[in-house]
Nanobody, 121 residues
Framework: QLQASGGGLAQAGGSLRLACAASGRTFGMYTTAWFRQPPGKEREFVANIIWSSGTTSYADSVKGRFTCSRDRVRNEVYLQMSSLKPEDTAVYYC????????????????WGQGTLVTVSS
């Protein structure tokens, strides 16, 4: 199971760090992605990381502001969010895929429960 945490309330320009932990297994064979779903909108890709290589990719909307990383010892994946904007307000989900490295949610088989990020202006 995946457990996302770290959401909360932040002011515009502030920072938050989300964490994704896996219980019962490791991330070692997977790509881990962060998606978000703003109120009333569809789920969208934010970032992902290939565990084995550490290679990351980002949506244009967060590039330069968000950083995805992993901790091999803790077996966790993080999303460091800086320079937050009100439009970053959403429920953030982590998800894993064994064979897919892209941005389409349906190809990620395992999902965490989501953590709410609210950015005030």
């Amino acid at each position: 199971q995946l457990q996302a945490s770290g959401g909360g309330l932040a002011q515009a320009g502030g920072s938050l760090r989300l964490a994704c932990a896996a219980s019962g297994r490791t991330f070692g064979m997977y790509t881990t992605a962060w998606f978000r779903q703003p109120p009333g909108k569809e789920r969208e890709f934010v970032a992902n990381i290939i565990w084995s290589s550490g290679t990351t990719s980002y949506a244009d909307s967060v590039k330069g502001r968000f950083t995805c990383s992993r901790d091999r010892v803790r077996n966790e994946v993080y999303l460091q969010m800086s320079s937050l904007k009100p439009e970053d307000t959403a429920v953030y989900y982590c998800a894993t895929s064994r064979d897919y490295y892209g941005t389409t949610p349906k190809w990620y088989a395992h999902w965490g429960q989501g953590t709410l990020v609210t950015v005030s202006s």
